[in-house]
């Protein structure tokens, strides 16, 4: 099992960035696939972004490719999200999500082979 808890949440301005961090309570580089999702009010979860374990798969969704960045420090069992160029379109409650072992390919940015969730970080753009 693992906990994960979200953090770098705020208010910014569009074209702002802010960079969002999840901390799992347990070593996760080799056995654990993550990933960022995000959900809007009345709208369902997305999938944003996510990485395999070792990092060797990464995904993106097109609304956010060439904006968002996913990493992780595998020495402080910490995954990141870099949000730059913001809009207010990206306006949500931001969550970490991991699953154990690998996550089949092309299914990363699907929320059901996720297990563990954070309870979320909040990113508010305003124009």
């Known amino acids: 099992q693992v906990q994960l808890v979200e953090s770098g949440g705020g208010s910014v301005q569009a074209g702002g960035s802010l960079r969002l961090s999840c901390a799992a309570s347990?070593?996760?580089?080799?056995?654990?696939?993550m990933a960022w999702f995000r959900q809007s009010l009345g709208k369902e979860r997305e999938g944003v972004a996510s990485?395999?374990?070792?990092?060797?798969?990464?995904s993106y969704a097109d609304s956010v490719k060439d904006r968002f960045i996913i990493s992780q420090d595998s020495a402080k069992n910490t995954l990141y999200l870099q949000l730059n160029s913001l809009k207010p379109e990206d306006t949500a409650m931001y969550y970490c999500?991991?699953?154990?072992?690998?996550?089949?390919?092309?299914?990363?940015?699907?929320?059901?082979?996720?297990?563990?969730w954070g309870r979320g970080t909040q990113v508010t753009v305003f124009s």
């Open positions: 990485l395999s374990r070792y990092g060797t798969t990464i």
């Open positions: 347990r070593y996760t580089y080799s056995t654990y696939s």
């Open positions: 999500a991991a699953a154990w072992g690998q996550v089949p390919n092309g299914r990363g940015l699907r929320s059901g082979p996720y297990e563990y």
